[in-house]
Nanobody, 122 residues
Framework: QVQLDESGGGLVQAGDSLRLSCAAS????????MGWFRQAPGKEREFVAAINWGGSIYYADSVQGRFTISRDNAKNTVYLQMNGLKPEDTAVYYC????????????????WGQGTQVTVSS
C-alpha cells in the first residue's frame, strides 16, 4: 500500500514553468514505478510521463522535450518539471504508482493521488 500526495499546481501564463511534486508514503517507494497523468475537463485521463525504479523514462509525445520526470528515492518523491507550458496543458495532474515495470495505461496503476490543478492562460 502506498499513499500519494501531489503539490505544486497553480495558475501560470503560457511559456511559464511549474514543478509538480508527489510525495509517497511507505518504505518501498524505490520499488514502485511512478507515473504522471492528466485529465482536462470533458476529456479522458491521459498519460504524461513515467519512471521506473531503475530510472527508465517514458513521455507522451505531447510533452516530450518540455516536461521532465525525475525521482528522489531518498525523499520518496517524484517530480514533474514542466517548461514551456501551453494552454492545452491545462488539466488536473495526477501522480500514480504501481509495483513492477512502468506503464502508460492508467488502469494499470492501482495507487493514485488526489490531483493538483494546473491552469495555463494564453
Amino acid at each position: 500500500q502506498v499513499q500519494l500526495d501531489e503539490s505544486g499546481g497553480g495558475l501560470v501564463q503560457a511559456g511559464d514553468s511549474l514543478r509538480l511534486s508527489c510525495a509517497a508514503s511507505g518504505r518501498t517507494f524505490s520499488a514502485y514505478a511512478m507515473g504522471w497523468f492528466r485529465q482536462a475537463p470533458g476529456k479522458e485521463r491521459e498519460f504524461v510521463a513515467a519512471i521506473n525504479w531503475g530510472g527508465s523514462i517514458y513521455y507522451a509525445d505531447s510533452v516530450q522535450g518540455r516536461f521532465t520526470i525525475s525521482r528522489d528515492n531518498a525523499k520518496n518523491t517524484v517530480y514533474l518539471q514542466m517548461n514551456g507550458l501551453k494552454p492545452e496543458d491545462t488539466a488536473v495532474y495526477y501522480c500514480a504508482a504501481r509495483q513492477g515495470p512502468t506503464a502508460t495505461t492508467s488502469s494499470r496503476y492501482p495507487y493514485w493521488g488526489q490531483g493538483t490543478q494546473v491552469t495555463v492562460s494564453s
